[in-house]
Each structure stands twice: as structure tokens, then as C-alpha cells.
């Protein structure tokens, strides 16, 4: 059989088998005086095996490992990985159609908002702070910070973050002293950067971190030209950059003394 032959039976293409060759999962044929490979039934067999491993899931790194070895343990090792591999995909899916679901019915019922958009726990965290002050645009910022934070960060760090939010928020008069600190925050939209104001604003806004965000800040000072710190103070007007600054500078003092 010729190599157009041999693919057309075993259902692969002819670059298929050529690749096959080059990565040295099927052995390539003595060639005939005019060049041609002349394929035998023997590499159909061993070529119809490679298609079964990939159909099952398995990447040509883990078939040539399985071809490799005639006792087939590796076989039974690489599929008991890709079984839980796959476990773990159905469940992922059963989850993310489950919070479909949810919003669907959302949806039905004209109660769809942009903080369903979000992941459950951080929409639940938002549910336990209560609605931001409409009018504050610096409350606005905070929550689309968050969003931003939480869809972006590690897992690990997901969690930290809804930590030390909640940490905040369960504080008595949290919500007081945020509506407070978003409130100068705001007034300071057209102030210049040497206003006086600015040093209040970021005084409150210090005195409102937690105790483990103002470690952590301390722990990883950020200069102030790195790529996203220096596009979140680009996103403030001036003086309320200055301010949230000077409150981060203020964290890292506090922050480190306390270790």
C-alpha cells in the first residue's frame, strides 16, 4: 500500500502519517525502487492503534510513551489520568451549567444585572456590602476594581481578596466610614494634588485597609511605574491619585511596623 492507500483505510490523512514518522510513533517503511513507501498490513495495525489512543484523548507525548511500553502499564496509568481529568471537565461543566441556569432564570424574570456577570462568591460578597452610593463615582471604581482583581488574580489570591474585603465590610460602621472616605475621594475630581483635602481623603482611606491588606502591601511594595499601577493611578483624576498614594504609603508604614 502506498501512503494515500493506508491513510484512506485506517481514516487519517497523509499528513497525518507523515507526522507520525517525523514524531517516531509508527516506524516508516522500506521505500520501492521509485521511491514510494510500500506500507504492509502490519502498519495499518499499528497505525489504526495510534488513531484509537487519540480518539480516547490521549496527546501523541502519552501514545508514544504507551506504544513504548508492551506491558501495558503505562496504558493504564495515562487513562486513569485522563478518566480524572475528565471527572474533573464534567464537573467544571455541571457547575458552570448550573450557574447558567441561575442566570437564566434571571434573566426570564428582568432581575439579570451586571454583578451576575461576576462569579457567585464575589456577587455574594457585593450582596453583603450593600449598594454603593449611586451619585459616588469613586464607589463605582472600587467595584469595578474588585471585578478586575478577582477575574485576573490566581485562585489563591481570589480568595486573600475576598478575605480581606469581607474583613472590611464586617467591621462595625464599615459602610460608614466607606460612603465617608468615597465621599472626599470624590470631591476631590477637580482638586489640585496639593489641596489639603488630599491628605484627609487618603488618611481615611488608610485607616479603613485591614490589617492583612496593609501587610501584604507592605510585604510586595510595587513601584509606582509598574504596568498596572501606573494604569490605575492613570485612571484617577490627579489629586484623588495622589491621595490613594499617599493612603498606600501609609498602608506600607503601618503595615510594617506591625510585622
Known sequence: MRISEIAALVGVTTRAVRHYHHLGLLPEPARLAN???????????????????????????????????????ELAEVLAGLDADLA?????????????????????DGRLTTDDELSPELADLFAELGAPPAASAMAAKDRELLSLLETAAAPEERARLRAAVRA???????AERAHEVYALLDDLADADPADPRVDTAARALAD???PEL????????????????????ADFAPAQAEAVRRAMLRATEK???GR
Open 35 to 73: 521511491g514510494y513507501r510500500q506500507y504492509t498490513v502490519r502498519d495499518a495495525v499499528a497505525l489504526a492503534r495510534i488513531r484509537r489512543l487519540t480518539e480516547l484523548g490521549l496527546g501523541l507525548d502519552e501514545v508514544r510513551d504507551v506504544i513504548a511500553d508492551d506491558a501495558g502499564h
Open 255 to 257: 503595615g510594617g511596623a
Open 168 to 174: 472590611v465590610a464586617a467591621a462595625p460602621g464599615a
Open 88 to 108: 474533573r471537565q464534567e464537573a467544571e461543566i455541571r457547575a458552570r451549567r448550573a450557574r447558567l441556569a441561575t442566570l437564566l432564570a434571571r434573566a426570564r
Open 208 to 210: 479603613c485597609l485591614p
Open 214 to 233: 496593609t501587610a501584604e502591601i507592605a510585604a510586595h511594595p510595587a513601584p509606582a511605574d509598574q504596568g498596572f499601577l501606573k494604569a490605575f493611578f
